[in-house]
DNA sequence: ATTGACTGCCC
DNA sequence: ATTCTGC
DNA sequence: GCAGAATGGGCAGTCAAT
């Protein structure tokens, strides 16, 4: 009898060694055997969980049930089990660049009560997680404190190491659901394609490796059906028209509208609406759901489209920042929707009447989209297209969605299959560049992960030609290589000023020329601007803070982009 | 009843 | 989202 | 070229603290 328990028993140390392993081994063909081995003698019940929790997930994305544990309650817990105080942790933290890490040093130095210690199992690491993310309501925190913290005083400290980064979601084991599926095709001994296409419409690598631990036949039922969404095919972005032209000849040019993703699922009378993340978002868009139901002239569809807020005098399209405050909300539904009114694109379609229509071609789909919609003029409709193989036409296309205020292009391969989940060669994005502007590095924060001892994260201010001040107008950590993190770090050091945490206050002295999509008004910057999408181009050694951009400047050009007089800098 | 920290998810 | 890096 | 990792602004919802 012992045996067969022992058969379904998965203890959590064989996992947290296989962790360990893949953490320290590079090759990518090598992980993928690791795992592969790993999940053969997997048992079958565990096979789900055990494939999610490879991938660093607890659940898959599109369940209702998330964690509900960040950094902070992450650290009180910590500091509960072990009595290191929370500031003590992110102290340690700057340092060491991994709470993980951290942890399982903390835990190491303490003399644990081991005789009380049960030996955990992969499923009651799983149903811990479970628990954790049940709880709510008034009080919930402290049982999510306290559901965890009694998982992290049975762990060891390797098993904690592994819980912890868990929980945040950052295993840094350079493992994620491409190597786990190429690993399950290896296992079962299926073809990867097979496994990536399942993958693609069951969203779940879990159910995934249950299925092919059952055999081809099992994978292959597998299929899309209305009302589970499917991971929206994904665009490259490209280096310009010409380069895509070149590469496609003929190709679809579509306005790329500055929205939200929306899949939208349709049978009969019922309709449901899907995030890019494959959130249900149904409730808090009615407006979309009555749209559809008039303009969708099919019983049975899964559509995929942008839904964007258009300011009704001008006919321009809203500030981003306008559709966040509609896209998830849950209270007071009706009354923002007539402030923020919505309109919906549509450029694809999965499947039609118990139809699969991933595999026809672009132009085929285009097609059967302008069969199966009807326009509601000005609410919902197809997205604005043409097809050209002409530079000229296509660069004109390109200036004609700028003037319309929208954010660029999209380019697409007429001749390409609907590839779900995929960011492939098939669908590329053109948005233009604004000028660049110098700015003050005035902090920082120490990173984590593979930037460990590096300066990770600069906050960046913005001169004030009055008092001389530099004015926070956030951060930027993006763009730099890893040589150029290491010589900012460098530079940086003798300037710091005051530490506390991850936190570094610097004297600001070094100025870095940052590009970025769009200027934006921000209550949580000193200045009163943020850039959206800054990056770092260039690290400006040649200039001193006193030759920094100005707030004026900042001012103008945040003028100027209303006006769309954007420059182009990518034709 | 109000405020603020935290979290997750849009881009 | 953007960008960099190892394979 | 793919996959993974590390990082951006800002919104609403949730819960704890006041």
Redesign the pocket.
Known sequence: MGGLIAQIIMKYSKLADVYEKLEFT????EKTDIISEFLKETPEDILKIVSMLL??QVFP?WAEL?????????Y?TISFVTGVKPAEIKNLLAKE??IGNVTEKILKKKVQHILFKKELTVEQVYTSFERIAR?????????KVKYLAELLSNASPKEAKYIVRIV???????????????AIAKAFNIEVNLV?RAFMLANHIGIVAKAAKNGKDALEKIRIKVFIPIRPM????APDIQHVLKELGEAAMEIKY?????QIHKKGDEIKIY?????N?TE?LPDIVKMAREAIKADEVIIDG?TVAIDTATGKPR???????????????AG?LEKIPFETYIFDVMFVNGKETIDMNFRERRQVIEEVIKPVKGKFGTAEQIITSDFDEAEKFYHHALNKGH?GIMIKNLKAPYIPG????YMY?I?P?METLDLVVIGA????????G?L??Y?LGVRDEITGEFLPV????????????KELTSSLKPLIEYEEGQKVTLKPMLVVEV?Y?EI??????KSG?????????RIRDDKSSREADTKDRLISLYNLQATSEKKKLDL
Do not use: C
């Not at 709880?135 to 049982?143: I, L, T, V």
């Not at 994904?234 to 972005?237: C, F």
């Not at 995030?275 to 959130?279: A, D, P, T, V």
């Not at 934006?520 to 910057?525: A, F, G, I, L, V």
């Open positions: 590079s090759s990518k063909l991938t660093g994305e998330e964690l509900g544990v960040g950094p902070s309650l992450l009180d660049g991994d709880a709510y309501g008034s009080g919930s925190q402290n049982k945040l979601g950052e295993l840094r084991i350079g493992v994620a659901e491409g190597l786990v599926r190429n990536e994904l665009a490259q972005i500055d929205g939200a993703r929306v995030s890019r993340r494959l959130e978002v808090a942008e500030a981003f920042q306008e559709i966040l405050k509609r896209f998830r909300r849950k209270h007071n539904i923002m954010e995929a960011r492939v060669g994005k948005k560049t924060t120490w990173g984590t992960g593979k930037r460990s590096w990770g994260s906050f956030g951060r930027v950590a993006t763009g730099l290589s890893e040589e150029q993190l590009a999509q934006q008004r921000s209550p949580n910057y601007y943020a850039l959206r999408f800054p990056r770092v181009v």
